[in-house]
């Protein structure tokens, strides 16, 4: 297995007489682009700087930015790099399963060496410019000043310049001195300095733009020199913070975090309206419904768990969401267990037949407020009434999976799902063998029937393509199971008993788990079997330099898995990545 191997970090001490071996340290960049690189590096530092953490104490669980969130901020992120309550521990326990890392007690040294060879090429050292005054929490705030500079663009492309406000990069810091002479010296230029509010603001002018610095306390806010002020104008006790929909965000997140991300959506889609101002040419009726529909706030977070990385997604129920009457309810999946054992991805979906006749009614409604859109709405509902409607094609399917697999070397896939209703799947699978034959002499498909378990088997043989055969697709119908896709695919749903495939499957059924179990919606993804599977295509002549280079830290990463829950006051899904 690859280990971690340091790569010394140029210096720029010279050596005794003058002369140095060591190649000279990258010149930093010049002008508006120091800007950038200071923003950025500040910004995302929490992405390196989380693992550079994890032998340090634990940071408190309350964060000391959001205070400085400016008013009208319509997206807040933020990263905490100071690994707060169990998530030292539990990243560390991550970290531990990659090469190099699995000896805790050098881990703080080895991972300074991995972030200064990472940043060594902007001319930026970890350890001697960041390290020093970085304490772990990093925010990025974006006001809706942001879109109304655009608006402003669209409507008059003379008034554009570059932009004056609608971000501002919040950041803790340990050592607030040695945090400002970063600032200076990285930005450059001639900085002023001036009283603003109850402290000090630095401010300097660069390419058309004011930019500006301030400390207040243990927190940097740095960015336009309006954005800036609107913060400190706060004075540590944002309103947006205090909002009752950030309080409700901040209340379904966990007390210890990694990483959480906040959307005011209403204010966002009314900006967005604002910017597409009179050239907007959707109706009224129709923008009142989406707004309707649309919950109050959205919210993300993420946290390590035990050999998992959880992301989890919240949004209240809007409350203009019109009234269904498909309410679906959380389960585990019924299909999972018909699966081929071999399924490396799989997307599921309970009820799927009424969840799809439930979403053309909604589109429909939400079609019905555009007048100009009546014909190609009559149109499409003519053409699918032709095949008996969604009802009659679809509606008859409960739960369904499209799924990859793969037996040995032979990849397969497609879509099977638990009938409900098996007439109605066997009178769309009539339909679709009608299709078949008509279409085949033409097109140069065969079309055959065989028959295979208690039913038969529709197999489709496609014509060789630019020299490549392709596999032969089939679809059948039989008991309470309905499959289309490859051959063997469809086989193995057929062969495959109620109780054990893939739902019987440790990797499958842990990883759901810890998204949530029952939902109305999973995916999953075997992350070894498509890793083991893809490496079999890898050309001999780059099989060794993979399996050193790269090989060794892919292993450690399991399973993928994605639950939703059903609607109900607040809504969930979750994302995970499971870890060996």
Not at 98 to 112: E, H, R, T, V
Request: net charge negative; aromatic share 6%; proline share 6%.
């Amino acid at each position: 297995m690859a280990e971690f191997t340091p790569v010394p970090v140029d210096s720029e001490m010279p050596h005794q007489g003058g002369s140095s071996n060591v190649a000279a340290r990258p010149a930093r960049p010049a002008g508006l682009a120091r800007w950038g690189v200071a923003l950025a590096v500040v910004a995302l530092v929490v992405g390196v700087v989380s693992v550079g953490t994890v032998l340090l104490a634990s940071g408190s669980a309350t964060s000391a930015i959001e205070g400085w969130i400016p008013s009208g901020t319509v997206v807040y992120l933020e990263g905490r790099a100071d690994l707060p309550g169990d998530q030292r521990q539990n990243v560390g326990a991550i970290i531990a399963k990659f090469p190099g890392f699995k000896d805790q007690a050098s881990l703080d040294a080895k991972i300074d060496q991995a972030l200064d060879q990472l940043l060594q090429k902007s001319g930026i050292s970890w350890t001697t410019d960041l390290k020093p005054w970085v304490a772990g929490e990093v925010g990025v705030a974006i006001t809706r000043d942001v879109l109304d500079l655009a608006a402003a663009a669209q409507k008059d492309p003379s008034s554009v310049k570059a932009p004056d406000r609608g971000v501002v990069v919040l950041a803790s810091v340990k050592d607030v001195a040695a945090a400002t002479a970063w600032m200076a010296k990285q930005i450059g230029g001639t900085p002023s300095t001036a009283t603003y509010g109850d402290g000090q603001i630095t401010t300097v002018q660069k390419n058309g733009m004011t930019l500006a610095w301030a400390t207040r306390g243990t927190v940097l806010l740095l960015g336009p020199e309006a954005s800036v002020k609107a913060a400190l104008d706060t004075k540590g006790a944002s309103p947006v913070a205090a909002s009752s929909a950030f309080v409700g965000a901040k209340k379904a997140a966990p007390s210890a975090y990694l990483g959480f991300g906040y959307l005011d959506t209403r204010s966002l889609f009314d900006a967005v309206l604002s910017m597409a101002g009179s050239t907007s040419t959707i109706p009224q009726p129709c923008l009142t419904n989406a707004l309707a529909a649309l919950p109050d706030w959205s919210a993300g977070f993420a946290h390590a768990a035990d050999s998992v990385l959880v992301m989890d997604q919240v949004a209240p129920a809007p409350s203009g969401s019109p009234a269904s009457s498909f309410a679906p309810k959380d389960t585990a999946s019924a299909i999972a267990a018909r699966l081929p054992a071999g399924t490396l991805v799989a997307f599921e979906g309970r009820q799927a037949g009424p969840a799809l006749v439930a979403l053309w009614s909604g589109i429909k409604a939400g079609i019905a407020c555009d007048q100009s859109m009546k014909g190609t709405l009559d149109q499409v509902d003519t053409a699918l009434a032709a095949i008996g409607g969604v009802e009659s094609l679809a509606g008859w399917a409960g739960d369904t999976a499209i799924a990859v697999t793969r037996d040995g070397t032979t990849w397969g896939g497609g879509l099977a799902a638990i009938a409900t209703d098996p007439a109605g799947a066997t009178r769309t699978l009539d339909q679709l063998k009608a299709v078949l034959a008509l279409a085949g002499g033409a097109s140069g498909i065969t079309y055959t029937e065989q028959p295979y378990a208690a039913g038969t088997i529709a197999v489709v043989t496609l014509p060789v393509t630019s020299g490549v055969a392709l596999p032969a697709l089939a679809a059948t119908a039989q008991g309470n199971l309905f499959a289309v896709g490859t051959l063997e695919f469809v086989k193995g749903v057929l062969g495959t008993a109620g109780g054990g495939g893939l739902a019987a499957q440790a990797g499958y059924s842990h990883a759901v788990d810890v998204a949530g179990g029952a939902g109305v919606m999973d995916a999953y993804v075997n992350i070894t079997g498509l890793r083991e599977g893809l490496e079999g295509l890898i050309p001999a002549t780059e099989k060794a330099k993979y399996d050193t280079d790269v090989k060794p830290f892919l292993e450690p990463f399991d399973a993928f898995a994605a639950v939703a829950k059903s609607p109900a006051a607040t809504r969930t899904s979750r994302i995970v990545v499971v870890f060996k």
